[in-house]
């Protein structure tokens, strides 16, 4: 399958989640930090209501993994980047404020 990108950095595999791409947009022009992100699968779950959530769970060879909470669905997202939990947090929030 062809991944489909935005600016080179956002690779596109499955659907994203209503509302997250422009928050994912905001992260990679914010941040040149950020390599690239892969959006995983959706999975429905009970406890995704109301706004978008973005929470770093576990690193990963080359960056982290998080999951993004919404619209009753769980999205895993592959960061690929060199910043600490704690500067992608930051970053994650500063995206999602705006």
Known sequence: ??????????????????GLRPVLERLLAENEAIRSIVPGVIKPVR???GAIRIRVT????NGWKAIALSQGARQELFISTTMSSNELDAALISA???
């Open 47 to 49: 406890d995704a209501r």
């Open 96 to 98: 999602l404020d705006r």
């Open 58 to 61: 576990v690193p990963v060879t």
């Open 1 to 18: 399958m062809r991944l489909r990108t935005a600016g080179n950095r956002l690779k596109i595999e499955h659907s994203i989640i209503e």
